[in-house]
């Protein structure tokens, strides 16, 4: 039994420690409101129009535009591999699987850093640094072990004599696929889009790396650019922080569970 | 990998995964297989499988192997980037000892494990034991908000924390206010400061993930076991070594890992606030393999510090889950 002393001190304590998380994101959507551009606090005066003048100072609209491309046609792109892999794998078999799977597995374990340079050269001899095939192409390839490995797991779960009776009905692996598999798995796919949207949007390191020509870079790159100006206005770098904020934490409101859980099963892409 | 797999198991809901689906390489065939007589058809399958598998393979091969091979190959030699490679031998590594600037970094990396791993954990874990066991209504909302800075952008978090502690920013306001106005200062702009204020902003980024894995795997402890303690005589302290600690030490194995290999990989927040400055008072060796490589190359240099932070990450890894295994 719980008494009312133990509750009291229970919700104290989560909520001191919910200020103290809280507390750096809030004073910064304070300064992005506020009408000081040395960033000092002033909620008696909100300056909404911060936001639109972030937007063009910082030169939003384009980097936005980069940001969409490389994120949707990634993360489509990484759905659909890590669907035919992870299907392959946990369905089908592989030839050479006792080989393959810890070669994919590989890739989860290996952090980006042993990777990225050597990568930067290759992407160079190809042209294809500064361009959204580059950034996206690695993306994609740094994403696939992930994928593979999450939806092979996601797959196995289907009790087997479902895939049975569709091999009976005479199916293809193909439409057994469409008709039973992914309609099954939906809740698992549902959390790799989330969880592969939020890796590319949030992506500095990458893109940093890749594509050094402004017109391709995504927000995050757009942000450090802002922020890297002399004289910054204070107020517009929070509001443009606040701004590139919006879609991830927009999907996290509504979508809570399956980031949580998907990040403390996946958090380890690398 | 192993890592994946134990914390599936703690948060059964999602995919609800078999605890042995992931077991390492050598899967454990459902045993559809066996009752299935007809070979050919079998491999039939496989080989189809190798289809399906094919465009994803060639892909991370091109992407992932063989960048892994060449960083490898590269870290042996001098290389500028555009005139010819000469041979290096180990020199790239022994860079590591002889390098005032990376034996820095290396000695930063250990002062960072402390503020980006072992201080979230332990948090995480006393206040995941203090809380968890109460039905605590509107938990979700403490959750969704002690989450939160898992999904911030990383570039967004930099410009968080550069306002914090600027020179007129909140916590100098705050040390002023309580009359401490001697110790305020520009905290990312001084030597000896800068380095424990981006720590503290890594604890502030790891802790919530911590927290709240150990206070989902605190939910599958049974109560029995609370009882039983109880009727033992135990007091909190005890509870917690003799149930609470034992039954998360899954958790705590997934834990220690993201929070170690994020502790010798910063580079986010470090490169966007200080650039490892001022001097070199905050260098990290992924901010030494990024000034390498691409600011007056040094290419090989730089491969060697990737290739040693892979082989320190595999090693970490594996020893964490190792230990949490040990006595089963």
Redo the contacts between chains.
């Keep these: 039994m ?1 008494s009312t002393r ?2 009291v001190f ?2 104290a ?3 001191l ?2 200020a ?3 507390f ?2 809030i ?2 959507l304070g ?1 992005a409101v506020s009408p000081e551009i ?4 002033d909620l008696g005066h909100m300056q909404w129009s911060n936001f639109t003048e972030a937007w063009q100072q910082a030169g939003l609209t384009q980097y936005l535009k980069s940001s969409l491309i490389i994120t949707g046609t990634a993360v489509a792109i990484s759905t659909a ?2 669907i ?2 992870g ?3 946990g ?8 080989l ?12 980006l ?10 992407f160079q001899s190809q042209g294809l640094t500064d361009t959204y095939q580059g950034i996206i ?2 993306h ?3 994403g ?2 992930f ?4 939806m ?3 797959f ?2 289907v009790p ?1 004599s479902i ?2 009776s569709a091999q009976v009905d005479g199916a293809g ?1 193909w439409s057994a696929l469409w008709r039973i598999y992914l309609p099954i ?1 939906r ?2 796919i549902v ?1 790799f889009v989330l969880l592969n949207f ?1 890796w590319t ?2 992506d ?2 990458l893109s ?2 890749l594509v050094s020509d402004p017109a391709h870079q995504p927000m ?2 757009g ?2 650019a802002f ?1 890297g100006r002399y004289l910054v206005h ?1 107020n517009l ?2 509001a443009a ?2 701004l ?2 919006v879609p ?2 927009g999907l ?1 409101v509504f979508c ?1 569970r ?11 892409k ?1 | 990998m192993a890592t994946l797999n134990e914390s599936r198991a703690s948060e059964a809901a999602t995919v609800a995964a078999p605890a042995t689906a992931t077991a390492g390489g050598e899967s454990v065939h459902p045993p559809r297989r066996a009752n299935h007589p007809r070979r050919s058809s079998r491999r039939r399958r496989r080989w189809l499988g190798l289809a399906y598998l094919a465009p994803a393979l060639l892909i991370y091969a091109c992407v992932v192997l063989l960048p892994a091979g060449q960083g490898v190959n590269l870290s042996f030699y001098h290389w500028d980037g555009i005139t010819a490679a000469t041979w290096a031998g180990v020199e790239n590594y022994t860079d590591f000892f002889t390098d005032p600037t990376l034996r820095q970094a290396v000695g930063h990396t250990l002062f960072f494990i402390v503020f980006f791993s072992f201080l979230p954990v332990v948090l995480g874990m006393t206040s995941a034991a203090l809380t968890a066991r109460k039905d605590t209504r509107g938990a979700g909302v403490y959750r969704w908000i002690i989450f939160l800075p898992q999904v911030l952008t990383p570039a967004v978090v930099a410009v968080v924390w550069k306002q914090i502690y600027a020179p007129d920013g909140p916590l100098n306001s705050v040390l002023t206010a309580f009359g401490l106005g001697g110790l305020t200062r520009g905290w990312l702009g001084d030597f000896t400061w800068a380095l424990p204020a981006l720590g503290l902003a890594g604890t502030w980024g790891a802790f919530g993930l911590c927290m709240v894995l150990f206070a989902a795997g605190a939910q599958n402890i049974p109560n029995e076991l609370y009882d039983a303690a109880r009727m033992d005589g135990a007091g909190p302290l005890r509870e917690f070594f003799t149930v609470t600690l034992p039954g998360l030490r899954g958790q705590l194995a997934v834990a220690l890992t993201l929070t170690l290999l994020g502790a010798i990989r910063v580079f986010d927040i470090v490169w966007l606030t200080t650039k490892g400055g001022p001097g070199t008072s905050t260098i990290t060796p992924t901010v030494v393999l990024y000034k390498r490589a691409f600011s007056n190359p040094d290419v090989g240099a730089a491969c060697a510090i990737g290739v040693v932070l892979a082989v320190v990450a595999l090693i970490v890894s594996l020893a964490v889950v190792k230990l949490s295994e040990s006595d089963d």
């Design positions: 719980i133990e509750k229970n919700y304590f989560l909520t420690l919910a103290a998380v809280l750096p994101v004073w910064t300064i040395t960033g000092s606090l591999l890590a035919l892999s299907y392959a794998f369905v089908l078999g592989v030839v050479g699987e006792k393959l799977f810890p070669l994919m597995l590989f890739g989860i374990m290996i952090p850093e042993a990777i990225v340079v050597p990568m930067y050269y290759d192409l690695a994609v390839g740094t696939v072990s994928g593979a490995f999450w092979r797991a996601a196995r779960t087997s895939g049975e692996t798995s809740p698992a959390t939020m949007w949030n500095y390191f940093l790396i995050t790159l942000l450090g922020s204070v770098l929070a922080a606040v590139i904020s991830v934490v996290y809570q399956q980031f949580i859980r998907g990040m403390l099963s996946g958090a380890v690398g």
